[in-house]
């Protein structure tokens, strides 16, 4: 119980929003967007969250997901069931597979794309996982653009009964992950057994739980799959698991101001959104090597020549 502390002096807190995600088609796949939400922009650096699947793909089918620009965000792509090919401007080409981290730094432009692989469409194939996108901090969002793996094996692993928390990103319960971040990160993929029981870290500002299987217990208050829930600052917060559940603990680092979102450009500038949007319209990002005979247009623009 090392790397467990469960605080006694403090009166157990509860979540402080509930949301329940919207569903929304990617590429052929429907997902469950937590963020942004009406109620709640952000937490911590985490500006976007979806939560993929679970779903099954038939046999000659499968993701696809052309190429499409970003700037000013990091995007993380963690998957538990399923692979997804990731290309991009830089002439990256890197299959993600479950436990592995895939941390694309967008920075001042890149684009990529998102498919199935070729041999993975022969026959059914299962996806489940989690694509986050971290805004980066003013002073990095003009950052070269850049691409890393890291496999699930380099990941701090921690174990305690029926409780396995591994460290995506960030810091958190005493270990931290070996992906570069730009701020104080909250990043965490944890299994419970049932009745097994799991304190938040408490040393972040901002605090957030995606469940994304099972049935916990917080407070008192039940919750289930697909919800996302968000806590209080300083509060002792306790997960209880009612049955063998997945999470994904995030947050952090509050942002140093507020960000503009526009499709898939995240920025503390409106101008430079609008400078991006110029920029994809006449192709000024580059190309995908091995997938340069597509891409997603600028939604309410014509393609150059048209």
Known sequence: MSW????????EGAAALVITPVSHDIGGLRVRRALPHASQRMVGPFVFLDHIGPAQFEAGHGLDVRPHPHIGLATLTYLMQGCILHRDTLGSAQEIRPGAVNWMTAGRGIAHSERSPEDARRGAQPILGIQSWVALPKAHEEAAPGFFHHEGTTLPQLEDGGIV?????????????????????????????????????????ERSVQIIAGEVEIAGERFGEGQFLVFRPGDAITIRALADSRLMLLGGEALDGPRHIWWNFV?????????????WVQRRFGLVPGDDQEFIPLPGSKPVGS
Not at 267 to 279: H, L, M, P, V, Y
């Open 165 to 205: 928390a591994r460290i995506i990103a960030g810091r958190a319960y005493g270990a931290t992950a070996p992906v570069k971040v730009f701020s104080d990160t909250l990043y965490v993929d944890v299994s419970l057994g049932i009745g097994s029981a799991l304190p938040l870290p408490d040393e972040h500002e």
């Open 4 to 11: 467990l502390h469960h605080p006694s002096d403090q009166p």
């Open 267 to 279: 920025s503390s500038s409106k101008e430079r959104i609008e400078q991006a949007k110029q920029d």
